[in-house]
Nanobody, 120 residues
Framework: QVRLVESGGGLVQAGGSLRLSCAASGTIQSIDVMGWYRQDPGKQRELVAQIVTDGRTTYSDSVKGRFSISRDNAKNTVYLQMNSLKPEDTAVYYC??????????????WGQGTQVTVSS
């Protein structure tokens, strides 16, 4: 019903920048919440940033002032601009959407994950 395609991960040196994108397609009426999570091997998946319909944002303390989340409602796409990257930002990043389907329920969707590696 809904397909998510993530892009933008890669290898970058400490202090560098990356921009992640997550585009959704399918029988979407609205996307109520759009967010980014990350997960290191052996650790729990943690919230990085989240943006809701009215544009309000939430950030984890570890990325405040360095990362910025934004959304393009016309394109059903969420972005994560990551600046001043640190080695501890290395993880697999997943987008997460809470979607209201056309003539359907609210459902949660996860992207396939994209690797971000920050070298020191």
């Amino acid at each position: 019903q809904v397909r998510l395609v993530e892009s933008g991960g890669g290898l970058v040196q400490a202090g560098g920048s990356l921009r992640l994108s997550c585009a959704a397609s399918g029988t979407i009426q609205s996307i109520d919440v759009m967010g980014w999570y990350r997960q290191d091997p052996g650790k729990q998946r943690e919230l990085v940033a989240q943006i809701v319909t009215d544009g309000r944002t939430t950030y984890s303390d570890s990325v405040k002032g360095r990362f910025s989340i934004s959304r393009d409602n016309a394109k059903n796409t969420v972005y994560l601009q990551m600046n001043s990257l640190k080695p501890e930002d290395t993880a697999v990043y997943y987008c997460h959407l809470l979607v209201t389907l056309i003539r359907g329920p609210n459902l949660s969707y996860w992207g396939q994950g994209t690797q971000v590696t920050v070298s020191s």
